[in-house]
Every structure is written in structure tokens, then in C-alpha cells.
T-cell receptor, first 112, second 115 residues
Framework: KNQVEQSPQSLIILEGKNCTLQ??????????LRWYKQDTGRGPVSLTI?????NTKSNGRYTATLDADTKQSSLHITASQLSDSASYIC???????????FGAGTTVTVRA | GAVVSQHPSWVICKSGTSVKIECRSL??????MFWYRQFPKQSLMLMAT?????????EQGVEKDKFLINHASLTLSTLTVTSAHPEDSSFYIC???????????FGQGTRLTVV
């Protein structure tokens, strides 16, 4: 059973609009939670990494939040651009063996 | 961030042949490298963990004799798909870390198509 669940599976937004992606996880105990952007046919690129004590972290127009009590995280994209079209993957690191558990990703399509 | 280079980016091979994929950390030494497989619209699945100078640790269900991993130096790991079959067609991605729980840097991936 996948320990990292992401929603929605996909979404389409208009250029300039904002959107929020969700990540729920059951990994416990966890060391950190990461968000990656993966363009089609490419490897993932790191956006943010947060430990359990961090509530929010920003990287340009990307802002991630973390609620370690409810085991939920979100990634907010502000003023979306066409180049934001990609798959966004939530990844949780296990603190016992530091293995990474990957969500299936949310495919974001930004249209002009 | 650090750079991990994966080569080739895509390869087409005939069924029954072997294919080697290289993963290099260009500007840092990676004590541990990871090999993943990704099917369309699915998450990355860890195949094996490669530690420099020692045998790779394979995940359950991954055939170690089919997916040969070598990590001969701190900057290079290779994955060889032996006697490839069409069902081995997939997107293979490597990842490297400097330390145990540090940032993971991913290669650009290799699209393998077996015909």
C-alpha cells in the first residue's frame, strides 16, 4: 500500500491562476517531506524539503506547507506559468532507514 | 544544486540483448546511489540501493541477476539490464546522495524500449 497519497491526480488551470496540490502520508516516523517537479521524460527536480518542525517553505512561486500532526502537506503554485506544466511529486523520507516513499504525482497542465 | 548525469537519455534495443545505463555525480561524491523504475502515470519505484565498493541491495521482487548494478567509484554507478524483454521497457532514473538523509539529486532518466 502506497504510504503517500496525492490529490488531485491531475488538474488544468489557466495561466496566471493559482492552484494547490495535496499530499497525505502515513509514513511514520518520518524525517522530512519533499516536493519535486518532474517534466515529461525527465528526472525529478527538488522544489522544497521540510523537516517535521517546519510548517512552510517557499521557493519562488512555490510554497509548501506541512502539518505533521495530521500528516498532510500541500504545494501552492502562485501565478502559474506555462512552464509550470509538469508532474509534482510528494516524497517522504523514513527516519528509520531514510528510504524515500513517492506519491504518484499530480499532473498540472497550465493553459494560455 | 548538485548535478547527476544519466546516459543515455533513451535507448532502443532488440529483445534478448543487454543494455547499460550510466549514472554519474558530476560535482560531488556520492556514497549511495539509487535506481528507480517508473511506468507511465505511476510513482517512482525503488529497484536497488547501490553503495560504493559493495554489493547493491535490491528491493523485493527485483531480479538481481537481470538488473546488474555496479558502483565502482564514488561518482559512477551503472545499471545493466540483461537479456532485455519488452516488459522491461520503462523509464529508469538514478539518484545520488552525499550523505544518509541529505538532498537527493536525480538524473534526467533513461527511456528504455525493447522491441
Amino acid at each position: 500500500k502506497n504510504q503517500v497519497e496525492q490529490s488531485p491526480q491531475s488538474l488544468i488551470i489557466l495561466e496566471g491562476k493559482n492552484c494547490t496540490l495535496q499530499c497525505n502520508y502515513t509514513v511514520s516516523p518520518f524525517s522530512n517531506l519533499r516536493w519535486y517537479k518532474q517534466d515529461t521524460g525527465r528526472g525529478p527536480v527538488s522544489l522544497t524539503i521540510m523537516t517535521f518542525s517546519e510548517n512552510t517553505k517557499s521557493n519562488g512561486r512555490y510554497t509548501a506547507t506541512l502539518d505533521a500532526d495530521t500528516k498532510q502537506s500541500s504545494l501552492h503554485i502562485t501565478a502559474s506559468q506555462l512552464s509550470d506544466s509538469a508532474s509534482y511529486i510528494c516524497v517522504v523520507s523514513h527516519s528509520n532507514d531514510y528510504k524515500l516513499s513517492f506519491g504518484a504525482g499530480t499532473t498540472v497542465t497550465v493553459r494560455a | 544544486g548538485a548535478v547527476v548525469s544519466q546516459h543515455p537519455s533513451w535507448v532502443i534495443c532488440k529483445s534478448g540483448t543487454s543494455v547499460k545505463i550510466e549514472c554519474r555525480s558530476l560535482d560531488f561524491q556520492a556514497t549511495t546511489m539509487f535506481w528507480y523504475r517508473q511506468f507511465p502515470k505511476q510513482s517512482l519505484m525503488l529497484m536497488a540501493t547501490s553503495n560504493e565498493g559493495s554489493k547493491a541491495t535490491y528491493e523485493q521482487g527485483v531480479e538481481k541477476d537481470k538488473f546488474l548494478i555496479n558502483h565502482a567509484s564514488l561518482t559512477l554507478s551503472t545499471l545493466t539490464v540483461t537479456s532485455a524483454h519488452p516488459e522491461d521497457s520503462s523509464f529508469y532514473i538514478c539518484s545520488a546522495r552525499v550523505g544518509v538523509d541529505t538532498e537527493a539529486f536525480f538524473g534526467q532518466g533513461t527511456r528504455l524500449t525493447v522491441v
